[in-house]
């Protein structure tokens, strides 16, 4: 469908899309930080079609495990799975890997060839994961405690969810802010709906309260 077509203008969706996407024009300074970031993982160099993974970890689990109206983290196999899904219909080249965990990145780069995709090409950002992310304790305490720095973890955040709307598809939790701000990134830069798969819910809009979402129940988007 095309996302500038008569059914979908002046849609919820649309204007959402259209938002992000004015709200998402970097500044020069991330703007720099974007080119530097391509060039250290060879996004530049690439060949053929690009998937887009955003792998939900870190606090957030903490958040849903806390919850009884979040879901719980999905493990890395559920990912893997659609994400292969994807290269058996798109045949992508290469994955572009956005996580808070460490353990999430290597892992795709480990389990990729039992999934069938032997041939993909891996990037990911090269943050100290371990360092920003791994704690029994939320991010925002940390950062307001300054174990973590508020400008590493906003800035790698930034230049992830830059990435993924780059991508030409897009695997990830729609039960995450992430995830669904990149989508809308990508439908307002294309203006059509680029294939995606979501671990959880679909796209759902009603921020920060609670309403019900198909097949989960009233739950916070």
């Known amino acids: 469908p095309n996302c500038r ?4 203008r002046g849609s919820r969706f649309w204007w959402r899309a259209h938002l992000v996407l004015f709200l998402l024009r970097p500044a020069g300074p991330l703007e720099a930080l974007v080119r530097m970031a391509k060039a250290a993982v060879g996004w ?3 060949a053929g079609p690009v998937a887009g993974l955003h792998v939900r970890q870190g606090d957030a689990c ?3 495990r806390l919850s009884s109206f979040r879901p719980k ?13 994807m290269h058996q219909r798109y045949a992508f080249a290469s994955v572009f890997v956005a996580s808070d965990d460490a353990a999430a ?3 795709v780069r480990n389990r990729a060839a039992a999934w069938g995709m032997g041939d993909v090409r891996v990037m990911a950002l090269g943050v100290e994961r371990a ?5 029994d304790w939320f991010l925002e305490f940390r950062t307001q405690a300054g174990i973590t720095s508020a400008q590493e973890v906003t800035e790698s955040a930034l230049v992830d969810l830059l990435l993924l709307a780059e991508t030409d598809m897009l695997v990830g939790s729609f039960a995450s802010h992430l995830t669904r701000l ?24 009603h921020f920060m309260e609670k309403a019900h979402v198909p097949g989960w129940g009233h739950v916070n988007c």
Do not use: I, N
């Not at 559920?78 to 994400?83: H, I, Q, S, T």
């Open 5 to 8: 077509g008569p059914s979908a």
């Open 44 to 46: 530049m160099g690439r």
């Open 62 to 64: 903490m958040h849903a």
């Open 73 to 85: 983290c999905t493990g890395l196999e559920g990912y893997l799975g659609l994400l292969a899904d």
């Open 105 to 107: 990145v290597e892992g």
């Open 131 to 135: 360092r920003l992310f791994d704690a």
């Open 182 to 205: 990149a989508y809308e990134a990508m439908v307002g830069q294309r203006g059509y709906f680029p294939p995606f798969a979501s671990v959880d819910y679909p796209w759902c809009f």
